[in-house]
């Protein structure tokens, strides 16, 4: 079980990684601002490797998302009423979800902040 998580996380990353090189030109600070107007929603885990790859993803516009972290016991509860099954895991106010690491193109497109 702990081995297919691990590579399911490193298959991922790789797609990750490649969606994220065709998006180089975005800004990621932008982008996070942008999210964050939004009102959309990161949801991670201490300890998760997956979700340290979307943050390398985002780099300096790592600090201006709106990240809820599950491991925390105040924000348990909403993690648990988000349904959040998977991290990382994305949210929108109005209900949109995406689950997984994704590169910047692919969440600007999402997110509607392209």
């Known amino acids: 079980m702990k081995l297919s998580l691990i590579a399911l996380c490193l298959v991922t990353a790789a ?5 994220c090189n065709r998006s180089m030109s975005l800004d990621s600070s932008e982008l996070a601002k942008c999210m964050t107007r939004k009102g959309i ?11 340290e790859m979307q943050k390398s993803l985002f780099g ?11 491991s925390d016991e105040e924000k348990r509860e909403e ?5 959040i ?10 209900g949109g979800k995406l689950a997984g690491v994704h590169g910047l193109g ?3 497109e999402w997110s509607g902040c392209r």
């Open 79 to 83: 993690c648990f009423l988000q349904e």
């Open 85 to 94: 099954r998977s991290v990382p895991a994305w949210r929108r106010p109005d």
């Open 41 to 51: 929603k990161l949801y991670s885990l201490d300890d998760c490797s997956a979700c």
């Open 106 to 108: 692919a969440l600007a």
């Open 60 to 70: 300096v516009g790592f600090g201006y998302l709106k990240v809820v972290n599950c």
């Open 15 to 19: 797609c990750a990684t490649l969606s």
